[in-house]
Nanobody, 114 residues
Framework: QVQLVESGGGSVQSGGSLRLSCATS????????VSWYRKVAGRERELVAW????????DYGDFVKGRFAVSRDNANNMAYLQMNSLKPEDTGLYFC???????WGKGTLITVSP
């Protein structure tokens, strides 16, 4: 059974940082990319970041603008999203997804206060 479990969410002040983790199981992790998405107020669910199966290629949503960094640890079946310079508009629910599939985690909540 494929599982993805996000953690690391919480409350921070504007300008702060958080590191999200995505623990995966039930599939061969190194064979798939990992995508991070978010759902924030007033916007459709949007892609935050993507990392290829090897970790050599990444991509980010335009709104990230150098603030976030996606990474992965294939030895431990983990993916990460380092988020710096957080803004109140980053507040929302963040999800990881096994790229190219409908396997999602349940999300972790980020709250950024002014």
């Amino acid at each position: 059974q494929v599982q993805l479990v996000e953690s690391g969410g919480g409350s921070v002040q504007s300008g702060g940082s958080l590191r999200l983790s995505c623990a995966t199981s039930g599939y061969i992790f190194k064979n798939y990319g990992v995508s991070w998405y978010r759902k924030v107020a007033g916007r459709e669910r949007e892609l935050v970041a993507w990392i290829s199966s090897s970790g050599l290629n990444t991509d980010y949503g335009d709104f990230v603008k150098g603030r976030f960094a996606v990474s992965r640890d294939n030895a431990n079946n983990m993916a990460y999203l380092q988020m710096n310079s957080l803004k109140p508009e980053d507040t929302g629910l963040y999800f990881c997804r096994r790229s190219g599939t409908e396997d999602w985690g349940k999300g972790t909540l980020i709250t950024v206060s002014p």
